[in-house]
């Protein structure tokens, strides 16, 4: 059965049938824009085929394989194979800009040759062969300038194939025309394909002394790229002076310009109005991408729909290049595997292929030549950390080439995969700053035991940080660092029982516990790495210090060691903030270069009190409310509620009010999380075991560990809060008194508590007051003076009279001795006889008693002597005949005034809050003695100030 990718001989039409003549590439080189025909070591014919799903005609070259029989015999099957592979491997990194080969099987279902999609606007470069001549301007052939190179992004070519090994990068192979692109994978993984293809005359023969050796990627090569490094030269690469093969019709035309590049890795040049770009940064962000779209499973799947089930079969090759290859990899090339599935062989060759790449890259270190004219690079993870666009930049890219090619979903790039990589990467980048870390802290236990003994002790590891061509994971790295700390010597032979020495022994612990837990972060698989993963050893980073800091200062207190340690510490929390994946993903873009700019140390050792914290949080807390799922969010205010006990001594008043509120957003769905959560909290109290507390005390682990998700520089203000909440050390009232606060004052709101509301509220009442008759308004004055003291009432106890009689002894005593008032009466009384004043000059005078004070019930014996605060006796029969003449006159069907829309909306249980609000203060003080020549404040043009509100807090950004 052929591969789903194959194509028949008989699908292809050709433009000339006679196999005999060598045509050329892709297309007409740059000295003759009419001829199709250049120089080429293999017979490659110009065709097509019409895909059958479609119906498009699909251009490109055929090129035919041959037999063993055949003279030259510089095409073998295998080659073929080999080729198609890699052209599958290079269109994961560069996508459609990778020539796509695809087998050819005659009708007996043998392979005779490959296709290669012609690629779009390709465009081959000026070489010494066929030069642009003198006087003529062509850049996109000859770039004069290091800005053309870099506004055609080679460095995205480059990279891609110098991670393949490419050894034959020649003019006719690149184009930098359009998006660029490539071509010709014959002398990709160069030990095996030079074998395969076999040599032919003085040339072949020098490349075959030249690469019949192991070349392996090195990031020495990234400290001079497109440069590279001593020992790692390539045949035929751009910035080759003479190719290695000395075949200078091959030499680059621009071949100085590329060199110029290592020289101005860093020179920023404008690709698009407003953005720059460097060498540098577009290398780093092609390498990344190489690394991240790699998925195994995914190459897997699209080999096999390219190549099938065909067997390796390099046994058909020559009797010498058979034996060759056998030489070059025992384990590759042997009897059985030559049996083996071609696409497992290819799996092994291009993950030993990646794990070179990953080395290279990930634990690149950067490179500064001192007084030299070779820029500086930067490491990889000053890249990682100041580009966190870079991340999505390609997972977008690869979604987009989802779309351009026609897979299967198994063979398509997974965003989830993507995003385990880069955790990945991630990670083992910073493995290098722990590395260091781990090896001072062993330093300086050595150093202190040292001192304490009089036998001398072993040396200290080698902290110098290598890594070696089998480390295919970084467990493998710190995984030996484990049985190094477990086997530590820190015993001495002198005095055993000082505080210097019981300090070491917290050492000795302190290390034990940090290597347990970097090992099983850095030993991880990808496929279980994630944001939880990080911020799990990032808690280790942070609370292991924590539990031993003290004991070990405390210990070593007059010694020179405490500042030795103080000072490690302080890296491991530089350690613990450069390596939050959840800080970095949605961080901004800095300048490549950009030094760490945070000081981890200062933002977790802030107060969570901090009045930066504190408002970051609230942003947080209401945008969350937001994005929670609404039900779900009732549901957990509901519990909370049930489960809320209050003290025993106080009264449980607001669960009615807030299970009834509760039921009615069944049918108010417009009603958003954040204004149900602000109405919650806009009434109660704040203390310890009240209700609100409950409630944020709930609710804060929650919007930290929704915010983590996020990143950005919300979650860097957090950090403190987030530490204290780790060590339970978080004040739940006081964060829930501020919250509180907050909803009440903050004009974001709509629901009844809010200060729009309450200031709608307040101009509806003190407006209704004044447009009722002076008698009406008294009758209602003095049913409250009544309500609060009944003696006055006509039907009056005896009894009541009695008791009244003693209240108003307690209440003189109290006036002559700490102040106070023997009754309102009089006071409210005046107001009335008042004729100057308006009703709701009277109503604001009466309200502004104390500065708008609730006066408190006078008692006796403990006892209150009175039923209710006057004010709020008044309060409460204003808002009932309010309500009344709302409801009478929906009832009647009449439009009601807009004034007083607000009552409508506020019911017996929520308006008992109103006079315990500061706007029923400030309310009150802008009524007071109003009179009848002054137009309402309500009505006025220039309407009293509103209620003074806290400033907007900044929602917590979700970039």
């Known amino acids: 059965m052929l591969p789903e990718k194959a194509l028949l001989l008989s699908q292809l039409t050709l433009t000339d049938p006679d196999f005999t003549k060598a045509l050329s590439a892709q297309v007409a080189p740059a000295a003759n824009p009419e001829s199709t025909q250049t120089k080429s070591a293999h017979v490659v014919l110009p065709g097509s085929w019409v895909e059958s799903t479609t119906g498009n005609t699909i251009n490109g070259f055929y090129k035919p394989t041959t037999t063993s029989k055949d003279e030259k015999n510089n095409h073998p099957v295998l080659m073929g194979k080999c080729e198609v592979a890699i052209g599958v491997f290079m269109n994961m990194w ?485 390596l939050r994946l959840d800080l970095h993903k949605f961080a901004d873009d800095d300048a490549l270069a950009a030094p760490v700019k945070l000081n981890y140390t200062a933002l977790l050792n802030r107060s969570y009190k901090d009045q930066e914290v504190v408002n970051t949080f609230i942003g947080a807390l209401f945008e969350w409310a937001n994005a929670f799922d609404r039900d779900v969010l009732i549901s957990l205010i509901s519990q909370v509620k049930d489960l809320y006990e209050a003290k025993w001594f106080n009264c449980r008043y607001r669960g009615p009010e807030i299970a009834a509120y509760l039921k009615d957003l069944e049918k108010r769905k417009e009603v958003d999380g954040a204004n149900i959560l602000a109405y919650v909290l806009s009434t109660g109290e704040c203390n310890k075991g009240s209700l609100n507390t409950s409630i944020i005390e709930n609710i804060l682990p929650l919007v930290l560990r929704w915010r983590r998700g996020f990143g950005g520089i919300d979650n860097v203000n957090l950090m403190s809060l987030d530490n204290a909440l780790s060590g339970n050390a978080v004040d739940s009232v006081y964060y829930t008194q501020k919250i509180v606060d907050y909803v009440r004052t903050a004009e974001q709101f709509t629901h009844i508590y809010s200060p729009l509301s309450q200031m709608k509220f307040n101009r509806a009442m003190y407006s209704w007051v004044n447009k009722l008759s002076r008698e009406r308004f008294a009758a209602l004055v003095n049913q409250a003076l009544n309500d609060h003291e009944p003696e006055y009432k006509p039907n009056a106890s005896h009894a009541t009279q009695w008791y009244a009689f003693l209240r108003t002894t307690v209440r003189t005593v109290k006036s002559y001795t700490v102040g106070g008032t023997v009754s309102r009466r009089p006071e409210v009384l005046d107001y009335l006889q008042d004729k100057d004043l308006s009703n709701s000059g009277v109503l604001g005078s009466i309200f502004h008693f104390k500065d708008g004070g609730i006066d408190e019930p006078t008692a006796v014996f403990g006892v209150p002597a009175t039923e209710r605060p006057f004010n709020l006796c008044l309060f409460d029969l204003i808002f009932a005949e309010m309500t009344k003449e709302v409801s009478a006159s929906a009832a009647a069907g009449v439009r009601l005034d807009s004034a007083l829309e607000i009552i409508s909306k506020v019911d017996k249980l929520s308006s008992k809050h109103y006079p315990h609000f500061p706007s029923f203060k400030y309310y009150a003080k802008q009524y007071c003695q109003h009179t009848n020549d002054q137009l309402a404040p309500s009505q006025a043009a220039e309407q009293p100030t509103p209620l003074p509100t806290t400033p907007m807090l900044p929602m917590a950004s979700s970039m």
């Open 94 to 578: 560069l996508g459609k800009t990778a020539a796509e080969d695809r087998l050819v099987f005659d009708d007996s279902g043998q392979i005779v040759g490959t296709f290669s999609r012609k690629l779009p606007d390709y465009k081959p470069m000026a070489s010494f062969e066929h030069p642009v001549p003198s006087g003529e301007i062509d850049e996109l052939a000859n770039p004069t300038t290091v800005e053309i190179l870099i506004k055609q992004n080679v460095a995205r070519l480059l990279t891609a194939l110098w991670g393949i090994g490419n050894i034959d990068v020649n003019p006719y192979n690149i184009s930098i025309k359009g998006e660029g692109s490539v071509l010709d994978y014959g002398q990709c993984l160069p030990l095996f394909m030079l074998i395969i293809e076999g040599s032919d005359g003085f040339l072949k023969r020098l490349e075959e002394v030249v690469v019949y050796k192991p070349q392996k990627l090195v990031g020495e090569d990234l400290n001079t790229l497109p440069i590279l490094s001593e020992g790692h030269y390539r045949n035929h690469w751009p910035t080759n002076f003479v190719p290695g093969t000395l075949n200078l019709y091959k030499q680059f035309q621009s071949y100085e310009t590329f060199r110029k590049l290592s020289v101005n890795s860093h020179l920023r040049v404008e690709i698009a109005p407003g953005k720059k770009v460097s060498f540098q940064e577009q290398m780093f962000e092609s390498l990344l991408t190489m690394l991240l779209t790699y998925d195994p499973e995914m190459l897997r799947a699209r080999l096999n729909d390219y190549l099938g089930d065909l067997p390796l079969d390099f046994m058909s090759l020559p009797e010498a290049r058979k034996e060759a290859l056998c030489k070059s990899d025992t384990v590759l090339f042997n009897e059985r595997t030559d049996k083996a599935p071609f696409v497992k062989h290819m799996m092994t060759v291009f993950q030993h292929q990646y794990d070179e790449l990953y080395r290279a890259v990930v634990f690149y270190q950067g490179f500064k030549l001192e007084d030299g004219p070779i820029a500086p690079v930067v490491s990889f993870i000053e890249f990682l950390r100041n580009r966190p666009s870079a991340r999505k930049k390609t997972i977008a890219w690869a979604k987009e080439q989802n779309t351009l090619f026609s897979f299967s979903d198994a063979a398509k790039f997974n965003a989830e995969t993507m995003e385990d990589r880069y955790a990945q990467i991630w990670r083992d980048a910073h493995v290098i700053q722990f590395w260091v870390l781990w090896h001072a802290l062993i330093k300086l236990a050595k150093d202190v035991a040292k001192d304490l003994r009089i036998k001398p002790i072993p040396a200290v590891p080698d902290s110098l940080f290598k890594i070696e061509d089998n480390i295919t994971e970084t467990g493998q790295i710190i995984k030996p660092l484990m049985d190094q700390a477990r086997d530590l010597d820190v015993s001495v032979d002198s005095d055993p029982d000082s505080n210097v020495t019981q300090g070491l022994k917290l050492l000795n612990e302190f290390i034990v516990k940090l290597t347990e837990a970097s090992v099983k972060y850095f030993d991880s698989t990808r496929n279980l790495l994630n944001i939880q993963e990080n911020d799990e050893y990032c808690e280790a980073l942070l609370s292991l210090p924590k539990l031993y800091h003290k004991k070990i200062c405390d210990a070593w207190s007059s010694t020179a060691w405490v500042g030795c340690f103080v000072g490690l510490v302080r890296e491991l929390d530089s350690l613990h903030g450069n």
